[in-house]
């Protein structure tokens, strides 16, 4: 059972430059999600889908865009890449928005040149 | 989203209890408290919940206050894998309210495991 699996773990960008980043669950979980976690500090909400062809914009949305074509799948872009944008990126599902636990992927660390 | 206030740091040796403690005075009816964990270098893992009742698992056990403005996760006897940064967090109860379950994360506390 893999749970959630993020792509690719790390990547180096230079500034501009565009990339997309890959949660697949295998769980059949309708609630997915995006989260980046700077150093020290703890996890900000940047997007999140409700369901296959649903997405909405968390805490922290400037400078991203995603998109749930497949209900297993949630992918994170960023357009034009810049320093800030450096941090570790997790993903998460969960099958009961209220109670139910999420579930985290390893995470994937960026790092914008 | 409720908010929740957590010491920054706290110590323990190994193989004895840890009280980790949670306030979260502006706690609505609804609202679930759930704890994540989060080990070094990896995502948060999921440690409990609760609404109202103490609860326990083969993690953690959680005690809630009566009037749930505050809440104690308890780890019974200590190991150097408990080492993580504890994250207190309140949850909306239905699907329908606002949040749709996502997670506000605070700063949490860091937990250190003396051998």
């Known amino acids: 059972n893999a749970g959630v699996t993020q792509t690719p773990k790390f990547r180096v960008l230079k500034t501009g430059q565009s990339m997309t980043l890959l949660c697949a669950q295998d769980m059949n979980h309708e609630y997915m999600y995006w989260y980046r976690q700077d150093p020290g500090m703890g996890l900000r909400l940047i997007h999140y889908?409700?369901?296959?062809?649903?997405?909405a914009k968390g805490e922290v949305p400037d400078g991203y865009n995603v998109s749930r074509l497949k209900k297993q799948n949630f992918l994170l872009g960023l357009e034009s890449a810049a320093p800030s944008q450096t941090s570790v990126y997790f993903c998460?599902?969960?099958?009961?928005?209220?109670?139910?636990?999420?579930?985290f992927g390893e995470g994937s660390r960026l790092t914008v040149l | 989203d409720a908010k929740t206030t957590q010491p920054n740091s706290m110590e323990s040796n190994e193989e004895e209890p840890v009280h980790l403690p949670c306030n979260h005075s502006?706690?609505?009816?609804?609202?679930?408290i759930h704890w994540y964990r989060q080990l070094p270098s990896q995502g948060p893992e999921y440690v409990i919940h609760g609404l109202t009742s103490n609860v326990n698992n083969r993690m953690a056990s959680l005690a809630i206050a009566e009037d749930r403005k505050s809440s104690t996760l308890i780890l019974h006897r200590a190991t150097l894998r408990d080492a993580a940064v504890y994250y207190c967090?309140?949850?909306?109860?239905?699907?329908?309210?606002?949040?749709?379950?996502?997670?506000?994360f605070g700063q949490g506390t860091i937990l250190t495991v003396h051998p």
């Open positions: 967090i309140l949850r909306e109860l239905n699907a329908g309210g606002t949040s749709y379950g996502k997670l506000t």
């Open positions: 998460a599902s969960t099958v009961l928005p209220g109670t139910g636990e999420l579930f």
């Open positions: 502006t706690i609505s009816g609804t609202d679930y």
């Open positions: 889908s409700v369901g296959e062809g649903t997405t």
